[in-house]
Nanobody, 127 residues
Framework: QVQLVESGGGLVQAGGSLRLSCAAS????????MGWFRQAPGKKREFVAA????????YYADSVKGRFTISRDNAKNTVYLQMNSLKAEDTAVYSC????????????????????WGQGTQVTVSS
């Protein structure tokens, strides 16, 4: 089992920045692809960003490209989401997810690709 715990959410003004962290339990974190998803009130959960197990490749939703950066520190079992130039529409609960199975094709946008999820952290951007 893998436990994921997010932190770093909060209230920020539009144009501001936040850095989310997702700490993972276990000794095999470095083998997992990791993703960030978000869900705003009344909306479906959506993909935000993902990073491969080695950190070599990152992926972003078009809505956050150029503003958000995903990174990881395998020595600390942690994945980060740096969020800059925040907008009111970024308001949501942000959750991290781990893909421990690593199938041949990493379908990073798909929820079913991930087998472990954190509880989420609230990000509120005031306009």
């Amino acid at each position: 089992q893998v436990q994921l715990v997010e932190s770093g959410g909060g209230l920020v003004q539009a144009g501001g920045s936040l850095r989310l962290s997702c700490a993972a339990s276990g000794r095999t974190f470095s083998r997992y692809n990791m993703g960030w998803f978000r869900q705003a009130p009344g909306k479906k959960r959506e993909f935000v960003a993902a990073i491969t197990w080695s950190g070599a490749t990152t992926y972003y939703a078009d809505s956050v490209k150029g503003r958000f950066t995903i990174s990881r520190d395998n020595a600390k079992n942690t994945v980060y989401l740096q969020m800059n130039s925040l907008k009111a529409e970024d308001t949501a609960v942000y959750s991290c997810a781990a893909d421990s199975r690593r199938s041949a094709i990493y379908d990073y946008r798909t929820f079913a690709e991930y087998d472990f999820w954190g509880q989420g952290t609230q990000v509120t951007v005031s306009s």
